[in-house]
């Protein structure tokens, strides 16, 4: 019996690589910046585009360029960005596709990328869960997804702890703060954001997560929000932070 059970699974994965064979000669997976096709073991990019990312390199250093724009602002264990983000680049066409054409496999790609990095760093070895910045509902519902929340899972998933996406609400549609001085900025996030539960949250470490950081005035408004619980501390982390 298990001679035969092994054969009939032998043949099932058979099957199945064929089926994919014939789906890539007629839905072949192609590179999101140049349109080459992609070798079996690459995702999202080619190889070639794959070097011509523009990583941060944050995440093993204290003090970074990240961690330096919440000094005096918010109380920040640790934060790191994997891409920057340049106008016109290849990040922000990446994030395009994330955010305005269902592509959330670049979220999922770019979190696990990301959670090796952490994973090895060790600076965020104490991380008990993982929180995303919620879309406004009506934002939400029209898109069908918060953009960070697979990036988020990734993360949650290789540093093994829970993510909630419950816990923080926005309050009101963000607006461009584009030109706005710091102050200005602080002011439009005021009561931006609300916390809709604090159960398990006291006492806790948490990595709060974002698609792209430019000012810093969203997390700044949420972490706000989460410091003000007894003994919880923040970590940050983005897909991207713009130069």
Not at 64 to 88: C, P, Q, V, W
Not at 110 to 121: C, P, R
Not at 147 to 158: E, I, K, P, S, Y
Not at 211 to 227: F, N, P, R, Y
Request: glycine letters at 6%; one cysteine or more.
């Amino acid at each position: 019996m298990e001679v035969i059970r092994y054969k009939r699974l032998l043949n099932f994965q058979n099957l199945h690589r064929i089926g994919d064979d014939l789906l890539g000669l007629f839905y072949p997976r192609c590179c999101l910046e140049c349109g080459r096709q992609l070798l079996p073991d690459a995702e999202v990019l080619c190889h070639v585009c794959l070097t011509e990312l523009p990583k941060c390199g944050f995440t093993d250093r204290a003090d970074n360029r990240l961690e330096e724009m919440f000094y005096g602002r918010a109380r920040i264990e640790a934060a790191t960005s994997y891409l920057y983000f340049k106008k016109y680049g290849i990040v922000q066409r990446l994030m395009h596709l994330l955010k305005y054409r269902g592509r959330q496999d670049i979220g999922t790609w770019i979190g696990e990328a990301l959670a090796i990095e952490m994973s090895d760093s060790g600076r965020f070895a104490s991380i008990d869960l993982v929180i995303p910045v919620p879309l406004h509902p009506k934002k939400k519902r029209k898109r069908g997804y918060n953009q960070v929340t697979r990036f988020g899972q990734a993360l949650a998933d290789q540093l093994e702890v829970a993510l909630k996406e419950n816990v923080l609400k926005r309050n009101r549609k963000g607006k461009s703060l584009t030109g706005k001085t710091r102050i200005d900025r602080n002011e439009s996030m005021k009561d931006a954001f609300s916390l809709t539960s604090s159960i398990d949250l006291e006492g806790k470490h948490i990595l709060l997560v974002d698609d792209i950081i430019t000012s810093g005035a969203t997390l700044e408004a949420c972490a706000q929000k989460l410091l003000n619980l007894p003994g919880t501390r923040v970590s940050l982390a983005s897909m991207a932070f713009t130069l």
